[in-house]
T-cell receptor, first 112, second 113 residues
Framework: GIQVEQSPPDLILQEGANSTLRCNFS?????LQWFHQNPWGQLINLFY???GTKQNGRLSATTVATERYSLLYISSSQTTDSGVYFC??????????????FGQGTTLQVKP | GAGVSQSPSNKVTEKGKDVELRCDPI?????LYWYRQSLGQGLEFLIY????????KSGLPSDRFSAERTGGSVSTLTIQRTQQEDSAVYLC???????????FGPGTRLTVT
């Protein structure tokens, strides 16, 4: 099956710093989503981005589908950005059910 | 409702007991998914429902796990004869179509003692 690898596994930032999280995937995809899992376990949708670039406030994401990677940029980080960031992909294919395959996540800690 | 809801939020059960977990998807969403997140692990796909089509059960880890979706809306995940390795957070997601944006519920934290 498709492999999804995220890096780095752990990241510690000082408040105000910028960061880039990476997601590599091993096959063509129909869908790619970035999620933030907050300390209470809730998965929050950040981006639906199978290709191209999107921005939402201090966050932006870029997916280069032909090279099978996506990047999540966090600028001017805040303590509330702490948590685990997951990349998840939906493999391309006529029989696929739309199920998402998740990476192992990047655990981000932003210190005040 | 405004989002995906799940109940109970927490469940503690004794090894060998059966448990039922419930998911209420967003109204009008035809696709529904169950995932499991074990401690320190990523999210593992369990089962998928789409309208009246046969479900994709390919992710269920054993025949102790089953799920149904009644009337194309509410879904119940049942685990029979629970084992300690079943302890995890069980998450439900729904989307308008199978290729749509997936919205996740808050999860049910299951602890098997």
């Amino acid at each position: 099956g498709i492999q999804v690898e995220q890096s780095p596994p752990d990241l510690i930032l000082q408040e105000g710093a910028n960061s880039t999280l990476r997601c590599n995937f091993s096959d063509s995809v129909n869908n790619l989503q970035w999620f933030h899992q907050n300390p209470w376990g809730q998965l929050i949708n950040l981006f639906y981005i199978p290709s191209g670039t999107k921005q939402n406030g201090r966050l932006s994401a870029t997916t280069v589908a032909t090279e099978r990677y996506s990047l999540l940029y966090i600028s001017s980080s805040q303590t509330t950005d702490s948590g685990v960031y997951f990349c998840a992909v939906e493999r391309q294919g006529s029989s696929n059910t739309g199920k998402l395959i998740f990476g192992q996540g990047t655990t981000l800690q932003v210190k005040p | 409702g405004a989002g995906v809801s799940q109940s109970p939020s927490n469940k503690v059960t004794e090894k060998g007991k059966d448990v039922e977990l419930r998911c209420d998807p967003i109204s009008g969403h035809t696709a529904l998914y169950w995932y499991r997140q074990s401690l320190g692990q990523g999210l593992e796909f369990l089962i998928y429902f789409q309208g009246n089509s046969a479900p994709d059960k390919s992710g269920l880890p054993s025949d102790r796990f089953s799920a149904e979706r009644t009337g194309g809306s509410v879904s119940t995940l049942t685990i029979q004869r629970t084992q300690q390795e079943d302890s995890a957070v069980y998450l439900c997601a729904s989307s308008l179509t199978r290729r749509g944006y997936k919205y996740f519920g808050p999860g049910t934290r299951l602890t098997v003692t």
